[in-house]
């Protein structure tokens, strides 16, 4: 895609450290709920162009959210991870943080929703820019946006930090720096991110 040809990201040439966990903090963490330092922390590592995520996101987070996140049961704090394709995964985490904090997660989750647009024929440039639109930003600000080097190289810091961690598939979900094996995603059910929370949380 033309649009992104000085998006240079070193995504695919990023090695895989051995897992190593999750580390409670990292520079450029996006967090909803509790504050920093709560009793319980779930991370989650995606991507706006994993369908796993995107099926996670439409029948799950609803749930988990109403559960934890709204309540300050929980930190949520959401990591970087592209997935393919990777140039509009990235271009995704930069207009989302274009955005600005209070409007970054509805970037990201807006582009999960778009995955069946581009998926079936949809030019994603053209459902990213109408997302974009929907923040307040318009075309020339949006390729300002995702072209920007220092923005790209931050995105950079922040894949390789979730390399560094080990972390090799989207969603992957940690709770107090344990991974989660079934976040859910099927439907509602939680399956072991609910237990694993509670758990946690009666501590």
Not at 11 to 30: E, H, I, N, P, R
Not at 47 to 72: E, G, I, M, R
Request: charged fraction near 20%; aromatic fraction near 8%.
């Amino acid at each position: 895609m033309t649009l992104f040809r000085n998006l240079i990201l070193a995504v695919t040439a990023l090695t895989l450290a051995a897992c190593g966990g999750s580390k409670a903090v990292v520079d450029g963490d996006m967090a909803l709920g509790a504050p920093e330092g709560a009793k319980v922390t779930v991370v989650e590592y995606a991507s706006p162009t994993c369908p796993h995520c995107a099926l996670w996101q439409a029948n799950t987070w609803p749930a988990f959210k109403a559960a934890y996140v709204d309540t300050n049961k929980v930190r949520y704090v959401f990591r970087e991870l592209p997935t393919p394709p990777a140039e509009v995964a990235a271009a995704g985490f930069l207009l989302a943080r274009c955005a600005g904090p209070d409007k970054y997660f509805d970037v990201i989750h807006a582009i999960m929703e778009s995955q069946t647009e581009w998926r079936t024929g949809t030019n994603p440039r053209d459902s990213l820019i109408r997302i974009a639109g929907g923040v307040g930003i318009d075309e020339t600000e949006f390729t300002a946006c995702v072209t920007n080097p220092e923005a790209i190289a931050a995105l950079e810091a922040r894949v390789k930090a979730a390399t560094d961690a080990g972390v090799i598939n989207t969603p992957t979900f940690f709770v107090n720096g344990k991974q989660v094996s079934s976040p859910g995603g099927e439907g509602a059910v939680m399956a072991d991110l609910g237990p694993a929370i509670e758990a946690e949380l009666a501590k």
